[in-house]
């Protein structure tokens, strides 16, 4: 798969979000989880990186939770995936030592960023805005 169970998980969590976005109540955690299978303590930690970088916001309290930071139009699948997935670039593993060893590695890790970069390529074309339903349907546009 071309992206990691967690950044799977943070676009649900994103696109559930983006569809109440408009109404300024923040959404509960356990409405996003119970919706989408989505384990809660995972979900806290994928927030809480989504936070980190801007994507999120969050309202403590009893009418707290969890919001857009920004308007959907301006979160692509690109920001969320990189956030949780980093770079996607191949991860360094100790060589065998020969010179063809290192040789392999090298060729392993231009083989990492090309594939994070189409990647990167790929999903920002995606904005959360454009996978909403406009039609007034519960599911969305993937």
């Not at 920002?124 to 039609?135: E, I, K, N």
Request: charged fraction near 25%.
């Amino acid at each position: 798969m071309p992206v990691s169970a967690r950044a799977e998980y943070a676009c649900l969590a994103m696109l559930e979000l983006a569809s109440r976005f408009p109404d300024p109540k923040p959404v509960r955690l356990t409405d996003i989880t119970d919706k989408h299978a989505i384990p809660e303590r995972f979900l806290v930690q994928i927030l809480l990186q989504l936070k980190t970088v801007g994507l999120v916001s969050t309202t403590r309290g009893k009418a707290g939770g969890y919001q857009l930071a920004r308007a959907p139009e301006a979160i692509t699948l690109a920001d969320i995936v990189g956030a949780l997935d980093g770079s996607g670039e191949a991860e360094d593993r100790p060589t065998t030592g020969s010179s063809l060893g290192q040789t392999l590695q090298a060729v392993w890790g231009g083989l990492g960023k090309k594939l994070a970069e189409a990647r990167s390529g790929y999903l920002t074309r995606f904005r959360l805005s454009d996978l909403l339903p406009t039609d007034g349907q519960s599911d969305y546009m993937i």
